[in-house]
């Protein structure tokens, strides 16, 4: 890559032809502005892509639910109004998969490439992109996934600074709060004997040891090959600590220490904590429990917890390499980066979870790059919308550390989200339709 050449461009830029980067280039080709994208395929592949075409399903070939009436469906309405091409090819080559948008992923990908190569406004570049120009003044949308080559992954710490890329992802799984057994569990905080800001959920002897006996039965995913890493001490994955011994988890993230159950007088036997995730209180994170079981395992073991029986995820456990920008604020939730106006961040390397997700962002990015080639102010998605929800949770700047997240109900900070579902929609397609009368 030129980066000479790629200055003197009077158009606008993409890094990788995945899920965000074809969004990206449909969105800004439809308006009439030169795009160039550039691909490492076939040339040179990250660990997972196996296949030249563009838009590629590197694991599953399921899109989730499209029903309207869930977080996942409500983002899918958001981006067929803005004119998804992802998910119009998902539609067009759509298998039978229950409640879930599966899809033939060759036809899949092959629909996208087409719509790409035969498209007169973008031009294709096989090449490895290495190095971010920082003071380019045309828009350039870096969307190079989260297996993002190893050189760009160095430029990109050079734009941001040391430490400002995750390259591990070990995530506990997010529970709806609404689906808890309200009977089987107290608020506490360790030592205090007020109300704390944690959910505890105690487990006698009996609970605990079928518990663990179950999560070392469970099947869990295997690892890819590229994915042979050493566990962090501090984050091993729960099944991992249960295999020990069968005391290790309740002397460690399941510890009931300096926790009284008010309901019973007595220190609980084990305690699964759980964290909030907003403000809100509607999505609440299981402290420390990365998991690699497989999805069907976490429903079924999970439910084991008398607290749990009932229990609804937002969003599963997983440990998986995933490289993307660790920490809010470097961000605007326009997905421009804060150092160069000129400069996006799309897909799945923004902090989002997930194949829709990462397309949705795509889909803004490529409308924002065109907002910003005509010197129009970008379009800020409101808190109404999914992906308004989405690109907050990301550019937010208080937290710490991100957690990749999937879209889920949890995230429009909307007290009993599943009960106001039908305000949620209408006020959704209100603003995408005030959107689109605004982008044309
Ligand atoms: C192993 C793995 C499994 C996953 N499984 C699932 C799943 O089952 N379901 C799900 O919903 N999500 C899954 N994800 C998460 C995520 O949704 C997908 O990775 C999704 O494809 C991300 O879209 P993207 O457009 O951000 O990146 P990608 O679709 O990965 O596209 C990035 C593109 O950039 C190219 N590229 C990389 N570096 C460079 C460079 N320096 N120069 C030029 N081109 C470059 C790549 O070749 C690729 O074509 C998985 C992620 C991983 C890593």
Known sequence: MNKYK????????????????????LQIAKRNIPVRIYEMKPKKFTEAHKSPEFSELVCSNSLKSDSPEKAAGILKNEMLSLGSIVLESALKHRVPAGGALGVDRKEFSKYITNKIKEDRFIEVVNEEFTTIPFDIDKPLIISSGPLTSNALSSSIEKFFGVKSLAFYDSISPIILYDSLDKKHFFRASRYDESEGDYINCP??????????SELIKSEKTEFHSFEKIKYFEGCLPIEIMAARG???????????????????????YAVIQLRKENKSESMWNIVGFQTKMKINEQKRVFKLIPAFKNIEFLRFGSIHRNTYLNSPGKLYNTLQTKKNKNIFFSGQLTGVEGYTESSAMGIVAGINAVRVFRNLEPIQ????????????????????????????????????????????VSGSKVEISNIIQTIK
Do not use: H, W
């Open 246 to 268: 069968e005391d290790t988890l309740r002397f460690g993230p399941m510890k009931p220490v300096g926790l009284i159950n008010p309901k019973t007088g007595e220190r609980p």
């Open 203 to 212: 487990l006698n002897e009996e609970e605990y040891k079928n518990f663990i």
């Open 381 to 424: 998605f409101p808190l109404t919308t999914a992906i308004g929800t989405l690109l907050d949770y990301i550019s937010k700047e208080d937290k710490k550390d991100l957690q990749p997240m999937n879209i889920n109900l949890g995230l429009f900070n909307i007290e009993k989200p599943k009960k106001n579902i039908a305000s949620i």
């Open 6 to 25: 790629l200055k003197l461009f009077n158009g606008v830029s993409i890094v990788g032809a995945g899920l965000a980067g074809c969004e990206a280039a």
